[in-house]
């Protein structure tokens, strides 16, 4: 094992990390070289901070433009939000929710239970896997991205019950490939949305002593409580509801 991956669980220990924590994870590789070396040193050496009883969350988004083609397979689609992610729903032990845009990949003993009912519910809705995870204490950590990344703002938009806009007029129904062989058919939702205001969130949080720092490298990590994210995104919006739109007057999403 290199002395980067020792540094790396270390740093993630003192941040705060620890056994049986339950994590989502939004990762820039590029920014962790060279004290990582591959994309699944990251996986293990989060894993081996929270054990065989924690879960890693991934976020396999492969997203809405274009739309999968000719269908969605969990197996097969790539994702579209780095090679961890792409890493980690190859491993054996990783399972990927069944959502055609916004699927995520769970290694640990609750991945079923996270993952399984992702078609029941909006892609960031209430009761989807990022949600799951924050209602069950799930911590959010950002290894060398901003917190545009963090999806789980997201899901504090539909506590905040913030209204949106599809990209799709109406919204389109997308074929999904199911592990066994069966298709099924899906409808998309709105709560994807922009991303580009989400750095405001970063205020409430930094005051309110939510967000724990580190550093490997030049590299920023950031560690903090989902729940704690939900409840500043649905503050934030019922003082400024316009907070976590952006003044792009061509964004399909906010204009």
């Not at 040193?41 to 274009?66: A, K, W």
């Not at 720092?213 to 509801?241: F, S, W």
Request: negative net charge; proline residues 8%; contains cysteine.
């Amino acid at each position: 094992m290199s002395m980067g991956k020792h540094k790396l669980s270390d740093t993630l220990s003192v941040m705060g990390l620890k056994a049986s924590d339950n994590v989502i994870i939004h990762t820039s590789f590029r920014s962790l070289m060279p004290h990582v070396h591959h994309p699944n040193d990251v996986i293990e050496q989060v894993l081996s901070c929270i054990g065989s009883h924690g879960n890693l969350m991934l976020p396999t988004f492969n997203y809405s433009r274009p739309l999968p083609e000719p269908y969605y397979d969990p197996q097969a689609t790539s994702c579209r939000t780095g090679s961890v992610p792409e890493c980690g729903r190859h491993r054996d032990d990783a399972v990927r929710s069944l959502h055609p845009t916004h699927s995520v990949a769970v290694i640990g003993p609750d991945a079923q239970d996270l993952t399984h009912g992702h078609l029941n519910c909006r892609a960031f809705g209430r009761g989807s896997p990022i949600d799951l995870l924050a209602q069950r204490g799930g911590k959010v950590l950002l290894l060398g991205v901003p917190q545009s990344t963090n999806s789980t703002i997201h899901i504090g938009e539909e506590y905040a019950h913030m209204p949106k806009r599809g990209v799709y007029d109406p919204m389109p129904t997308v074929k999904i490939r199911k592990p066994n062989g069966g298709m099924v058919e899906y409808q998309l939702d709105e709560s994807p949305s922009c991303d580009s205001a989400f750095e405001v969130v970063a205020l409430p949080l930094h005051a309110g002593g939510h967000v724990t720092h580190g550093t490997l490298g030049e590299c920023r990590l950031q560690l903090m409580d989902g729940k704690m994210v939900i409840d500043a995104v649905v503050k934030l919006i019922a003082d400024q509801p316009d907070a976590l739109r952006c003044n792009n007057p061509n964004c399909d999403w906010c204009a």
